[in-house]
């Protein structure tokens, strides 16, 4: 046995030196050393230089949380392979089961990381804002919306991503007519941008006397919480702000003053709005924090465009296509139209269980992409 696992850890460590050449190690490592002269320079951390210095910590962070992760699987996997040799040299078989067994949950290791070496964008590692609106179709809709609302909060639970709402309008009758998600975690947005389309639901209607078949449909766009390091200049002129009164399902109101906030930016024609913080300087503040990461993704999809005439590729399926079928009846199937990825288990995905799709997304994504730029800041800014 111990000859066929020395082999599977040989070709297992051959697929991360091809990996570091991905990831760029030597290249990052250097990035590394300029960053941790600039943090050693006089004045760094001084107030004045607060925003670069925040700048150059956060591209440190990403930049080791890039490559580490590959560094620290290289040695586990030369050890390994170092204790393999050692046993079959001494003719000790007792054991090749323990020496199997972590190489199955290397080899399993450096599948996931292979895959997150995908989310090299800019703004892969941010948080996310997630949005669902209802289609056409009323109640139906509506009650689709709150189905892919407690997906996606059961799928960043099992993620052990933090999720909060931050805007809520409820349908007439039942379900949501739209809802706004924060989500907090690393590469969270990189993740969650797989679901950016519409999504379609077949089933036998609840609301349906006749129990008749019906198709709902509800889009899906999730944008990149870049905070204050977002290089998005905005205007009080482009903006037109309303306040409103929050209100909450069955036209209960949250509370009895204008607190809601409601931003128009004029050049762009965006909307956005909140109305779940406790006064209306939070919902201001959240609501122009959702702007300023819409327009970042504005941004980011005139890059991906040029990016595709570039290099000839096809343009990535955009917000307002179909993506993904789940049906309910007359059979049990989740399929996503972009991939071919498809599974029975129609209940588990939508109580969370996303993985295996996103996971198909990132492959297929990494076909022939060219790697987004990381954005590295100026280290000669005054």
Known sequence: MLPEIIERLNGLAARVSQLKETVRIDESERRLAELDKAMAEPGFWEKRNSERAQEVIAEKKRLLGEIEPVKDLARAIADTLELAHLYEAEGDASHAEEVRCETERLAAKLDRLDLTTTLSGKNDPSDAFLSIHAGAGGTESCDWAS???????????????????????????????????GIKGDYAYGYLKSEIGVHRL???????????????????????????????EIKDADLKIETFRSGGAGGQHVNVTDSAVRIYHLPTGIIVQCQNERSQHSNRAMALKLLKARLARVDEEKREKEMARSYGEKPEIAFGHQIRSYVLHPYKMVKDHRTGQETGKAEAVLDGELGDFIDAYLRWKRKGSPRDGAGDIDLEKD
């Open 202 to 232: 077949v089933r036998i209607s609840p609301f349906d006397a006749k129990k008749r078949r019906h198709t709902s449909f509800a889009s899906v766009d999730v944008v990149p919480d870049v905070g204050e390091a977002a290089k998005v």
């Open 147 to 181: 189905m892919l609302t407690r997906m996606f909060v059961r799928w960043a639970e099992r993620s052990g991503f933090k999720c909060a709402m931050v805007d809520s309008v409820a349908g007439e009758e039942a379900g949501i007519r739209n809802v706004t998600l």
